[in-house]
């Protein structure tokens, strides 16, 4: 097998990354990509109170330990299986598990803050950025929050005002100048899944050779 295929999914939180990366894996098949979240590298805070837990800014890149996503990365593009971390986000801590993920011919990686770090952002052969409103992005984040996090809407409200517009406005929206793909309306919009998986199909056929 040659040199996997390295694609990043950024935007902004509920921008709907995770439904252009299914859209990708469901189009090009299970068997050939690997698939990681920038969101399993948020540090452990189980050493924190629950005030600093609830003051903490999970939106700034220094939450996340992103230099251990280079490595896997990296060994992931030499062919070489990594051990990913779990993150448990209703407790903002790492379960002690890990995930194997194996190397296959593309490697999809989903995130807020993707392209913020260059050491990051240049391991990536095609660099995608979801673009939505920020008011559909805002009630998709509070339900799932809501919903599969055990918040309260309060709790969303003010982290989201706090934190997650501001660091948005700092990081995520400027690093959309890196992408190689601007995607509105992310996996809802065919034309632009089909030149995105159009052109991994030729990147993969041409390492193949």
């Not at 309060?154 to 706090?162: E, G, M, P």
Request: glycine share 8%; net charge neutral; with cysteine.
């Amino acid at each position: 097998m040659g040199e996997s295929v390295c694609i990043g999914v950024a935007g902004g939180t509920g921008s709907g990354k995770t439904t252009v990366a299914r859209n990708i894996v469901e189009r090009l098949g299970h068997g050939c990509i690997a698939c990681l979240e920038h969101d399993r590298y948020y540090r452990d805070l189980s050493h924190y109170s629950a005030d600093q837990i609830a003051h903490h800014n999970f939106d700034h890149p220094g939450a996340l330990e992103t230099p251990l996503l280079v490595e896997h990365l990296l060994e992931l593009k030499a062919n070489r299986p990594v051990m990913a971390p779990v993150y448990d986000f209703t407790r903002h801590v790492r379960t002690g598990d890990s995930q194997e993920v194996q190397p296959r011919g593309v490697i999809l990686v989903e995130g807020i803050l993707l392209f913020v770090e260059p050491e990051l952002r240049n391991l990536f052969d095609i660099r995608i950025f979801v673009d939505t409103d920020a008011d559909i992005r805002f009630i998709r984040r509070l339900r799932r929050d809501v919903e599969k996090r055990g918040r309260t809407a309060d709790s969303v409200i003010c982290q989201y005002l706090a934190t997650v517009r501001p660091m948005h406005l700092e990081f995520v929206e400027p690093s959309r100048r890196w992408a190689d793909i601007i995607i509105p309306e992310g996996g809802h919009n065919p034309v632009a899944m089909d030149v995105v998986c159009a052109r991994l199909v030729m990147m993969l056929q041409e390492r193949r050779r």
